[in-house]
């Protein structure tokens, strides 16, 4: 519910900023119609405290009517000319999972995409399993914003009442989630490794206590049911060609004074030939069995001639191995590549968590019980700075 106290003074600042045209000012004070949805703007902006939202107790309220698993679309610059921005992967991961989600429950799939202009998303959308697409055009989302996104996605869910609703665990996911959480005042979980249904809940499990146990969540009194989930755990399923979404448009009116922070100077800087470890199909990962930094250099030039990246362990990453943007794991990055070698690395959770998702792991290690064989489709027992160079050997005979 939303009120306007005998405070208001007609000032008239709230009326232009309210994205749905809600507000009209009668006798100077502020009167909201029937298109209001609670999204909170005008609560910002109002310089006197006049007007107030409160929120029914979650334990009071009917959620009969809140129905369909929604995925945020979030979108990456190509870095071409062209300036047309692409899907990120990352979107495409949770398609796959909430797909499953919806299926069990029976609801609807449904991508939430918010853009200055459509460049025919709605058609990898629903290739990779939306139903529906829920989109809003705004000259005003040409790029990312807090304050923008946030009041859309708000005024979004409020008025069609999702379940559930995922995030990618990305720093725009990571901005925007708690942002959305706050203003409709339901809980969130972040960095979820599993998402699965349970009595018509979203159970949603990621590691606490420094990754050494997994917790699984449930928020029975909250909705929608919101997650973050980290890039690379989940896996992006094959688009079906000629699959179809249904594309519901929503207009929104954007006021430009609603951005509190403003972009100055916009730089990006690609580092000539680099691979980001996120994005390789090929790691090469060091952990504190390479015992020194000479010897970690060694799988630089295993990564080489392999065509991949080096990865490295959170030990090797502290003993000053190899650079903190090279960590696989929780607290560090999450990487699915096709093929990891891990030389020197017992397993810790922290460190399964963030790769067991690899097409096909190789473990060398000469502890014979060292956890990652748990997770590795090859395991070597021995020594491995008797192996790494014999293995660098063969591969230069080979080319």
Same mark, same amino acid.
């Given at each position: 519910?939303? %009120?306007?106290?005998?405070?208001?003074?007609?000032? $008239? *600042?709230?009326? &232009?900023?309210?994205?749905?045209?809600?507000?009209?000012?009668?006798?100077?004070?502020?009167?909201? $119609?029937? @298109?209001?949805?609670?999204?909170?703007?005008?609560?910002?902006?109002?310089?006197?405290?006049?007007?107030?939202?409160? =929120?029914?107790?979650?334990?009071?309220?009917?959620?009969?009517? !809140?129905?369909?698993?929604?995925?945020?679309?979030?979108?990456?610059?190509?870095?071409?000319?062209?300036?047309?921005? =692409?899907?990120?992967?990352?979107?495409?991961?949770?398609?796959?999972?909430?797909?499953?989600?919806?299926?069990?429950?029976?609801?609807?799939?449904?991508?939430?995409?918010?853009?200055?202009?459509?460049?025919?998303?709605?058609?990898?959308?629903?290739?990779?399993?939306?139903?529906?697409?829920?989109?809003?055009?705004?000259?005003?989302? !040409?790029?990312?914003?807090?304050?923008?996104?946030?009041?859309?996605?708000?005024?979004?869910?409020?008025?069609?009442?999702?379940?559930?609703?995922?995030?990618?665990?990305?720093?725009?996911?990571?901005?925007?989630?708690?942002?959305?959480?706050?203003?409709?005042?339901?809980?969130?979980?972040?960095?979820?490794?599993? #998402?699965?249904?349970?009595?018509?809940? #979203?159970?949603?499990?990621?590691? @606490? !206590?420094?990754? $050494?146990?997994?917790?699984?969540?449930? @928020?029975?009194?909250?909705?929608?049911?919101?997650?973050?989930?980290? &890039?690379?755990?989940? *896996?992006?399923?094959?688009?079906?060609?000629?699959?179809?979404?249904?594309?519901?448009? %929503?207009?929104?009116?954007?006021?430009?004074?609603?951005? =509190?922070?403003?972009? #100055?100077?916009? *730089?990006?800087?690609?580092?000539?030939?680099?691979?980001?470890?996120?994005?390789? $199909?090929?790691?090469?990962?060091?952990?504190?069995?390479?015992?020194?930094?000479?010897?970690?250099?060694?799988?630089? %030039?295993?990564?080489?001639? #392999?065509?991949?990246?080096?990865?490295?362990?959170?030990?090797?990453?502290?003993?000053? !191995?190899?650079?903190?943007?090279?960590?696989?794991?929780?607290?560090?990055?999450?990487?699915?590549?096709?093929?990891?070698?891990?030389?020197?690395?017992?397993?810790?959770?922290?460190?399964?968590?963030?790769?067991?998702?690899?097409?096909?792991?190789?473990?060398?290690?000469?502890?014979?019980?060292?956890?990652?064989?748990?997770?590795? *489709?090859?395991?070597?027992?021995?020594?491995?700075?008797?192996?790494?160079?014999?293995?660098?050997?063969?591969?230069?005979?080979?080319?």
């Amino acid at each position: 519910m939303i %009120e306007v106290s005998n405070k208001c003074i007609g000032c $008239n *600042k709230c009326v &232009p900023v309210c994205p749905f045209a809600a507000i009209n000012m009668i006798d100077k004070k502020a009167t909201m $119609n029937e @298109a209001c949805t609670l999204c909170g703007v005008c609560v910002q902006v109002c310089p006197v405290n006049a007007i107030t939202i409160t =929120r029914e107790e979650a334990s009071a309220r009917d959620f009969s009517g !809140f129905k369909g698993v929604w995925v945020y679309v979030e979108l990456t610059e190509t870095g071409d000319k062209s300036h047309q921005k =692409r899907i990120k992967p990352v979107t495409f991961e949770l398609l796959a999972a909430g797909r499953r989600l919806a299926d069990e429950l029976g609801e609807d799939l449904c991508a939430v995409l918010l853009c200055d202009k459509n460049h025919n998303y709605e058609k990898e959308l629903g290739a990779h399993g939306a139903d529906k697409v829920y989109m809003v055009e705004h000259e005003e989302l !040409f790029e990312y914003n807090t304050d923008i996104f946030s009041t859309v996605i708000v005024a979004l869910v409020t008025r069609h009442k999702p379940s559930s609703m995922l995030y990618g665990a990305t720093i725009q996911g990571r901005d925007l989630a708690p942002r959305v959480a706050s203003a409709l005042y339901v809980g969130l979980t972040a960095d979820c490794t599993g #998402l699965a249904i349970k009595d018509g809940l #979203l159970l949603q499990s990621r590691p @606490a !206590f420094g990754g $050494n146990i997994m917790a699984d969540i449930l @928020a029975p009194n909250s909705r929608p049911q919101m997650s973050t989930v980290r &890039p690379n755990v989940m *896996k992006a399923g094959e688009p079906v060609l000629g699959r179809t979404a249904v594309v519901v448009r %929503e207009t929104a009116k954007l006021d430009r004074s609603l951005r =509190r922070v403003k972009v #100055l100077e916009r *730089k990006i800087e690609h580092d000539a030939g680099a691979v980001k470890i996120e994005n390789a $199909n090929i790691i090469v990962s060091g952990g504190r069995g390479m015992k020194t930094k000479d010897k970690f250099k060694q799988l630089d %030039e295993l990564a080489k001639l #392999l065509g991949g990246v080096v990865g490295a362990s959170r030990a090797a990453v502290d003993l000053g !191995f190899k650079e903190k943007t090279h960590q696989v794991g929780q607290s560090g990055t999450t990487v699915s590549p096709k093929l990891y070698l891990a030389f020197g690395i017992s397993g810790a959770v922290q460190h399964i968590v963030g790769m067991k998702a690899s097409d096909v792991i190789v473990a060398v290690n000469k502890d014979p019980n060292a956890p990652i064989f748990n997770v590795a *489709k090859y395991g070597i027992v021995g020594d491995i700075h008797e192996i790494v160079p014999k293995l660098i050997e063969a591969l230069k005979k080979a080319k």
